[in-house]
């Protein structure tokens, strides 16, 4: 899970938590409350999120995709669906030929 400033690139990325496989549900919440805390920032401070898409384990996806679903419902901010590939890909410097 990541925190980043800015919707098109360049963007900052502001704290980065990993979550441990096969608990996903039990951290995804604490973990941003944790990065909110740190940063001095609350929910209000979101201005969207960033969902992957995959590919990814069937566990993972599903309660990303449910809790970024719930918390943007709540919220009433938009999503962005992204998929991992793609995500990576750009990410990798092109070399020319």
Known sequence: MA???????PSEVLRVAEIAGGTFSAQLIPQLATILGELRLTRTDLDGF?????????????VGLAAVKGLA??????ISAV???EAIASETPRTGG
């Open 83 to 85: 998929s991992v590939l």
């Open 3 to 9: 925190l980043v400033r800015g919707m098109n690139a």
């Open 73 to 78: 419902e709540v919220l009433r901010k938009p």
């Open 50 to 62: 960033a969902v992957a898409t995959g590919p990814g384990s069937f566990t993972g996806l599903r």
